[in-house]
């Protein structure tokens, strides 16, 4: 009997200390927290994005509202322009210009030649050499007086000085007195050929110039090379030119003398020079 109690007893024991899980007996056994060369541990997902997104990027915030500062107009305050509802209204035909216009808005500021342009244009007038030194190899002195008149050398000026100065007017009348000079004893001497004569083409060089049809005609030719402007033959401006012949006349009576002038004028007039 004692022996039956004891087996009964080891049976329970045997029982107690047995896992809860049945195992199949024919599979080897392994460690709880081994993990099997072949297993691939699990990848972390991506959280869902805050806000959803469209086929052309995420979607935008809503804006942030904008701070309107109040403007009080007597006592009422001045409406949001956001909140203020527009219609289109047919107002009628509206001008691109106005009915009364100053014309002097689209005059643009006047400028003077740069140096080397009224070099050339003095030559282009003339049809000669310009203003040369015969001294100096024939060097043209306005390239030469370019520092005294204004053009920069980049060393001590950077910036050019177009202004009509006395500086420059000195310089112009001076160029004006040479030039003019050996063109009329060049062109108005009897040996010179008609075909090389240019800037007196046509002018009786024995014949004092009077208010006539040729005169008038010839002057005009010379306005429109200096100035570049047609002159009519009968226009006031022709006037005041045979006006100015007459009184060059009156104190020189030879006709080289008086084309001089003409042309000394021509060069001094501000219709040359400024643009």
Sequence with gaps: MRSSLIALLVLVLTACASPSTPTDPSSPTEAPSAVRPTEIPPTRTTPPPEHPTTAHGPSTKDPAPVNVADILIGDRREQDPRETETDQQNVGDVRLTPDAWDPASFVRPRKRLTVAAISQAMRDATGGPGWQDPGNNYRDRWLASSNT??????????????????????????????VCTELMWTEMDPNVPEAERDFMAGVDRDTLPEDNAATRAHLSTLIMRAHGTRVAVDAPEMDRWIQFIENVAETNREPIAVWRGVCIALFLHPRFYIY
Excluded: E, H, M
């Design 149 to 178: 008149l204004g053009v920069p050398d980049y060393l001590t000026r950077v910036t050019a000085d177009r202004r009509p100065s006395p500086t420059f007017t000195k310089f112009l009348r001076d160029a004006a007195i040479d």
